[in-house]
Every structure is written in structure tokens, then in C-alpha cells.
């Protein structure tokens, strides 16, 4: 019963190629994101879709394109693949609508999709 | 400067220790600080959540923000080889600032813990 789950795990391809990678949560969060994390571990958020909505876009290659086609899926599709676009890709997802005392809620994250370029 | 510095490690302790993990941020609009734990080839699992100053305790781990000092502190008593792991902060701002939605990482702190 994984809360947030991401295909595939690994993927190796070649410079200039397209590929897709796919999150599903079945938290029923309305939020979802997608963050980058380098060979650092430095995390970065990438975008953020709230019920299908795009929220969040930072500054990112237009070569990156998310695409939520309901609110428990976020999908990232990258054109043109570069070696700088080597790193662990993590979908992540939250539930803004309807929290409660206007707290933040916390983030929860799948288990990341390897990129490696060659 | 990064709007929020970790040390990075890596920090190794003998089982049993006390760890203390710190983060310090630039951006005053912070008001919510999290800390997540990352095993290896894993995602981030948050292990904290705070609210503006003060403590809050949950089991082994203690969680300290002091917004004065733009300081966080995350403590780990009885530390145990299975903590071992990546330790990252996260903050984000309040609500009604518009990027409530956008945490903010620091580069984790790798800590080892030796049996």
C-alpha cells in the first residue's frame, strides 16, 4: 500500500532522448510536486500542481513538462535529455484544501526515479 | 548564500550518543520546519514538523527552532545504527505569504551511526 509511488525506478538512456516518469499517490492529497536532487543531495523543487493546476513553476528548461491528468497523478516528461539532467527526479504530494488551523501541511514523498544520461 | 545551510557531514557517533543536527536559514518569512530522514535510495520521510519557536518531542527525537537566531536544531538521544542516514531541514513560509506550498531544503547531513 505505498502512499506515493513513481515509474520506473531506474532509468538509463542516451543524450537526446525523451522519456516520462509517472506518480501516483493514493493519499488523496489535491497537491502534488516534483523535485530534482543532485549528486549533493541538495533538493530542489521543480513544479507543483494543485488539483490539476499548475501552482509552482520554477525555473526550470522548458524541456521539462508536467502533466497531472487528476489529482493523484503528476507526470514529468523531459524532451531532448541533457548529461546535466542526470540525477534522482521525487514526486512528492501534500493536501492544501481544507487543512486545519492554517498549518502547512507536510510533504510526503515517493522513492525517487535514478536518471543516469549517457 | 543559500537561504538555508546545513553541514553536510559526514558525522559519524558510537551507538548510544547524543546527536545534534543544526540548520540556519537567511529568510525571516520562515515559519514551519521540518525534518526529514533519507536512507539510502530512498525518498525523504519526514520525522519532524514545527511550528514557529519552540520545542517539540517525539520519542528519541527533540526538535528546536529558535527564529530569533534563525537557528534549528534537531537532537537524537539513544542514537541507534538504524539511524543512520541522510538528515535534511526543510522550512517553508506562512500561509498567507502566498509560497506556502514551497519548502525550501537544506543539503542534508550524512550521519553514521557505529554499533
Known amino acids: 500500500d505505498t502512499a506515493v509511488s513513481q515509474t520506473p525506478k531506474y532509468l538509463v538512456t542516451q543524450m537526446g532522448n525523451d522519456k516520462s516518469i509517472k506518480c501516483e499517490q493514493n493519499?488523496?492529497?489535491?497537491?502534488m510536486y516534483w523535485y530534482k536532487q543532485d549528486s549533493k543531495k541538495f533538493l530542489k523543487i521543480m513544479f507543483s500542481?494543485?488539483?490539476?493546476?499548475?501552482?509552482i513553476n520554477e525555473t526550470v528548461p522548458n524541456r521539462f513538462s508536467p502533466k497531472s491528468p487528476d489529482k493523484a497523478h503528476l507526470n514529468l516528461h523531459i524532451n531532448s535529455l541533457e548529461l546535466g539532467d542526470s540525477a534522482v527526479y521525487f514526486c512528492a504530494s501534500s493536501q492544501e484544501k481544507g487543512r486545519q488551523g492554517g498549518f502547512n501541511q507536510p510533504q510526503h514523498f515517493g522513492d525517487g526515479t535514478r536518471l543516469s544520461i549517457l | 548564500q543559500k537561504e538555508v545551510e546545513q553541514d553536510p557531514g559526514p558525522l559519524s557517533v558510537p551507538e548510544g550518543a547524543i546527536v545534534s543536527l543544526n540548520c540556519t536559514y537567511s529568510?525571516?518569512?520562515?515559519?514551519?520546519f521540518m525534518w526529514y530522514r533519507q536512507y539510502s535510495r530512498k525518498g525523504p520521510e519526514l520525522l519532524m514538523y514545527?511550528?514557529?519557536?519552540g520545542n517539540k518531542e517525539d520519542g528519541r527525537f527533540t526538535a528546536q527552532v529558535d527564529k530569533s537566531s534563525k537557528y534549528i536544531s534537531l537532537f537524537i538521544r539513544d542514537s541507534q545504527p538504524s539511524d543512520s542516514a541522510t538528515y535534511l531541514c526543510a522550512m517553508s513560509p506562512s500561509i498567507s505569504s502566498g509560497s506556502a506550498r514551497q519548502l525550501t531544503f537544506g543539503s542534508g547531513t550524512q550521519l553514521t551511526v557505529l554499533p
Open positions: 500542481y494543485n488539483n490539476k493546476e499548475l501552482i
Open positions: 493519499l488523496g492529497h489535491d497537491t
Open positions: 514545527t511550528y514557529s519557536s
Open positions: 529568510n525571516s518569512a520562515f515559519q514551519y
